[in-house]
T-cell receptor
Framework: DQQVKQNSPSLSVQEGRISILNCDYT??????FLWYKKYPAEGPTFLIS?????DKNEDGRFTVFLNKSAKHLSLHIVPSQPGDSAVYFC???????????FGAGTRLFVKA | DTGVSQDPRHKITKRGQNVTFRCDPI?????LYWYRQTLGQGPEFLTY????????KSRLLSDRFSAERPKGSFSTLEIQRTEQGDSAMYLC????????????FGPGTRLLVL
C-alpha cells in the first residue's frame, strides 16, 4: 500500500529551465510534507517542507506547492543547475504519528 | 553540531555472520529512526526511539534484527545471521519531536552480504 507515490522515476531538464517534480498521496491524515535530495552514496538531505495549512512555500530556487483537494504536491526548481542532479524523495507525515512515509524517488538529470 | 553520523560507511560480510552498525544523532534530538533503503525505493521505516525507549518496530524487522539506544544517545542496529536479502543501505535519522517534525539523515551504512 503505497501512501506516497512519485510516478516519474526520472526527469531530464536543460540547465536554466524549470524542473517540476510531482508527488501524490492517499492518506488524508497527512498534514506535513517534505522533500529530500539524495546524492549517490550519501543519506537524504532535507530540502524544503510545507504544512497542510499552506499551499505554497518558497526557499530560494525551490518552491513546494500543495493541493490538498487533489492530494498532490510538487517541487519546482528554478533555474535548474547541473548540481541539482540527484534523486528527490517526497515524504509525508501526520501530526501525532511517528512515521514519515517516503515515495520511491524521482531521479533528476540537469543537462548543461 | 556536525549532524548525524553513522559508522561504518560500508560493510561487506559473509552470509551467516553478525553485523552491528552505530548511529550518533544530532545531540539535542530526542527521536532516532532507522530505515532501510534498496535500489529504486525510498527509505523504509524499521524502528524508532524516543529518548531511550524503542516505541515501534516495523514488521520488516525480523527477529534477527535488534536495535538499542542506551541512555538516549547513540544507537546500534545489529543484524544476526545475515542473509543476502539484508544487503541494502541502512539509514539513521534524528529529529526533535514536535509539530512539523523534520528528520535529518546520516550518510548511511551500505551493507553487502556475500
Amino acid at each position: 500500500d503505497q501512501q506516497v507515490k512519485q510516478n516519474s522515476p526520472s526527469l531530464s531538464v536543460q540547465e536554466g529551465r524549470i524542473s517540476i517534480l510531482n508527488c501524490d498521496y492517499t492518506n488524508s491524515m497527512f498534514d506535513y510534507f517534505l522533500w529530500y535530495k539524495k546524492y549517490p552514496a550519501e543519506g537524504p538531505t532535507f530540502l524544503i517542507s510545507i504544512s497542510s495549512i499552506k499551499d505554497k512555500n518558497e526557499d530560494g530556487r525551490f518552491t513546494v506547492f500543495l493541493n490538498k483537494s487533489a492530494k498532490h504536491l510538487s517541487l519546482h526548481i528554478v533555474p535548474s543547475q547541473p548540481g541539482d542532479s540527484a534523486v528527490y524523495f517526497c515524504a509525508a507525515s501526520a501530526t501525532g504519528g511517528f512515521k514519515t512515509i517516503f515515495g520511491a524517488g524521482t531521479r533528476l538529470f540537469v543537462k548543461a | 553540531d556536525t549532524g548525524v553520523s553513522q559508522d561504518p560507511r560500508h560493510k561487506i560480510t559473509k552470509r551467516g555472520q553478525n553485523v552491528t552498525f552505530r548511529c550518533d544523532p544530532i545531540s539535542e534530538h530526542n527521536r532516532l529512526y532507522w530505515y532501510r533503503q534498496t535500489l529504486g525505493q525510498g527509505p523504509e521505516f524499521l524502528t524508532y526511539f524516543q529518548n531511550e525507549a524503542q516505541l515501534e518496530k516495523s514488521r520488516l524487522l525480523s527477529d534477527r534484527f535488534s536495535a538499542e539506544r542506551p541512555k538516549g544517545s547513540f544507537s546500534t542496529l545489529e543484524i544476526q545471521r545475515t542473509e543476502q536479502g539484508d544487503s541494502a543501505m541502512y539509514l539513521c535519522a534524528s529529529s526533535f519531536w514536535g509539530p512539523e517534525e523534520t528528520q535529518y539523515f546520516g550518510p548511511g551504512t551500505r551493507l553487502l552480504v556475500l
